[in-house]
């Protein structure tokens, strides 16, 4: 039977059975592949803990018809056990492995996103910035390798130099006050700044900044995305986040960023909790 082997990060697992689990893999070489780990879920399984969802794993599988199986795994990075201590690593965790199940397709090989979502787990294990910058990072930059950079300098439609005060998710962020529709937002400029220093990965300025903006950067974050998918992610809603943007400045009040005209509305995310706020 052919076997194959690969680096892996394990996104998902469902039960299959009494004892095995549909283990959804982010592979370096070949994208996301859904395998059977048989007998995982026994106490006394040599692999079951290596395939838990945030652990990156080298693995050997064989293909089976329908599903390929996994015959070893071995831990490179034991990544879902440091997150797993920290709740608010844990919860950017989550909504990181999920966003990444969504953005990519079985079997289409993606090594940008693998190793941005790599990149993304080992800083949340290593505590080297705070998690939610380190999500808000992780969001935008997967958006832009699919496709979706968000500008938050130039105009986004007719690319007129910023900054600009106005930013409009259907257009695509910044929006220069020619091409400016109706309800969008406007942001504090510190936040356009925060989020465009999180899309080029300039943690300086990122590290730096204000709970006030990474408050309402997170926000827009979470906005942009959901606008891009056509269902929320579900695991946003554990993330204690801003998800309704201060519309106080905004030109319209009434009208809630995410809303768009041309598309029904996208899944809520989480109703923005007070405990955090100062
Ligand atoms: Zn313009």
Redesign the pocket.
Known sequence: MPLYRDQAIVLRTQKLGEADRIVTLFTRSLGKVRVVGKGVRRTKSRFGARLEPGMMVDVQCYEGRNLDTVTQAETLAPYGDAIARDYTAYTAASAMLETCDRLTEEREPALQQYLLLAGALRSLAERSHDPALVLDAYLLRALAIAGWAPSFHD?A????EGPHRAFNLASGGS??P??RPPGSAAPAPETLELLAALLAGDWVVADGSDPRHRREGSGLTSAYLQWHLERGIRSLRLVDRETRVDTRRSDSPAVELGGHADRPSTTPVAPAQTGHRA
Not at 157 to 160: D, P, Q, S, T, V
């Open positions: 105009c439609r007719c690319g007129a929006v220069c020619m091409c």
